[in-house]
């Protein structure tokens, strides 16, 4: 039944023990790869080089090494290295927070793989040229918008591709990472404007050519033939807008307001004009505070908790059908609709497609009296203190392929240089490594691109059934020195986010699409999305003063003028359905299994895949693979302080679902009255106008 090479008696009489009443389980039940709690404690009598193999029944082989135990259910086991090897595919937050985490961890090695020159999360950024006039000098370079005078401070800045704001309400993972890692963030100014756009749409695959992988920076800019030479968009004066004033200590916190129209109407005699103006501002306002105050209910009444578990009245409802529920005026959602378009990166239609709780929590913990924040040191710092720690890294070289061999149960990774992915070349210059466990820190679809091209197997075909279940949709953002696709009339006008639309877009909750994976393979809808344009200067603290205005434009529907385009960059995001959630939950079946596979990004988590769900995915991984490698979580590094904090937002959640509600009725009646007021004082403000003029 069982056979035995010892160098000596004492080890022959410790295994006779092992085999003992003390150790009655001789068949267990755990994976494969994960160290029995209940025999572990004993090999560390084992004097270390001592090498123990004995089959119990058949089908189970117990192999030990010094003071590590395996066991493996196939029957013939392996010996686990004192040191096990992670490969992380991909260097996004998910990623690098994943790698961060297991690379400090006792007895784990990472090797972190990246197609781009830099790391994932900082791949689009752009850097910001110095303006001085000894600068320019030198580099006998125009400056960026080749009008502005040079200026004598000497600084260089840097723009982070895509922005990355963040609420800590909503982020408390993130936030925690980036408190022990004494990463600098602070709140920000969050102003926004809302604006429509008066010229033609345009196709931005006509102007920018569409990449064969994602992201991509189009470094140099990869323009089409087509592209514009002359931009011919003229700016449009705000439909909607609010202004935001930090107020001092000891409040130290922005307070929004909506702005009233502009006093040139007045003055040009467009009295009607103007009151328009203010009563679409007053029913904006209304129902943004009726809107949050039902989002606040439902979270502190613990039905948005319900629903996360496919129970109670918002269970299995799209946010379009939350949208005919409530009967709010077409003004408000022609302003809600692309504040929450940009803020998923999708569609008005995909946003109606996505769980009505997850769109009405993010709003109930983030908009009432929680404030937008950016990290002020940087995306490449963040990347430079997260990656510090990892053993290795391969910038420039793309994953093509993945092999596991369930006789070691070790898995073979080939790679090669990521300019040879692009043309195909996949073997000349190949590189193999060997992993005990592999994290895909990629997007789901190229996760299964991988697994289907190079793995055979149950678990492979289960495994991209699943993630073929999660839909993206492409997106662009253009940095660019274009004003004209700011709104109107001047400097005045802009706010730190603006959005242009194609038209006030009135609610329409039954609509719903299929999203943009299937129908807009080659770019996304021009006309069913908002674009967004952020100006840098407002919040990222590190661009020089000297340089002219600065924009992000997230899917524009109007191009920018050629001559001003300093960047572009592909993106997909994910988004999310109903259907979506299950496929979560059968994610969560599949990690660890298949040897040592796991999944981890934006898309692995509850709510709107953004970086929260990052951090949390990756924290989950790192357990499951040092649980898995040493039968429990004990020497998982966690970064100081990060779960303390994360313990005390949600204990702070708890107490607000104990409350049974009240917190959110008293909410709702505060801010009635105060719609109210805000409602009264206008119509009398608009009553004095219109008999003065």
Known sequence: MFDVVFPSLYSLFLTNWLLSHRHPHNRCHHLKTRTCARIAPCVALFPRRVFIRFRLFGNLTIKMSGNTALLDESGRGKQREAVIRVAVIGSGLAGMSAAHILSQTEGVRVHMFERNPVLGMDAGSVPVPCECSACVADSDAETLDGQSQPSPPHVAGRIDVPMRSFFPGYYPYLTSLYDSLDIPHSQSDNSMSFFKLATPLEDPQAVFASPPSFPTKLDPLETSANKLDVNTNLPQPSYFSFSCWNLPYPINNFFGIPDLPPLSLLLEGRVRDYVQGVVGLVCVSRDYLLFLAYCVKQLDSGAIELAKRGEGPLANQTFGQVIKSLKLSDQFWSVFLPLFSGACTCTYDDLKAFPGHIILEYAAVCLPNDRMSFVTCGTKEVCARLSKPVQQVSFETTVVGLHHDPSTSQFTVTSVPTADAHTGNTTTRATTHRFDYVLFATQANQAARILRQ???????????????????????????????????????????????????????????????????????????????????????????????????????????????????????????????????????????????????????????????????????????????????????????GMMERVQKHEEKLRRRLQDGGSQGEKFQSFYIAFAGSIALLSLVLSLFIMYVF
């Open 454 to 640: 190079t793995a055979r197997g149950d678990y492979v075909e289960r495994a991209t059934r699943v993630l073929d279940r999660f839909p993206y949709t492409r997106s662009l953002v253009v940095v660019h020195t274009d004003t004209t696709l700011m709104p109107a009339p001047a400097r005045a006008s802009w706010r730190c986010m603006n959005f242009g639309v194609r038209g006030q877009h009135a609610q329409d909750p039954l609509a719903g699409g299929d999203g943009l994976q299937t129908r807009h393979e080659g770019g996304y809808d021009v006309g069913g999305v908002a674009m967004c344009t952020h100006y840098s200067q407002m919040t990222q603290r590190d661009v020089p003063g000297s340089v002219p205005p600065l924009f992000q434009t997230t899917n524009p529907i109007v191009m920018p003028d050629s001559a001003t385009v300093i960047s572009a960059t592909w993106y997909e995001r994910a988004i999310v359905r109903l259907d979506t959630v299950q496929a979560l939950r059968e994610l969560e079946t599949l990690q660890g299994g298949g040897g040592g596979v796991y999944f981890v990004g934006s898309f692995v988590g509850d709510g709107i895949p953004l970086l929260e769900s990052c951090v949390t995915s990756a924290l989950n991984a790192a357990r499951g693979i040092v649980k898995d490698a040493f039968g429990s979580e004990q020497r998982l590094y966690l970064p100081t």
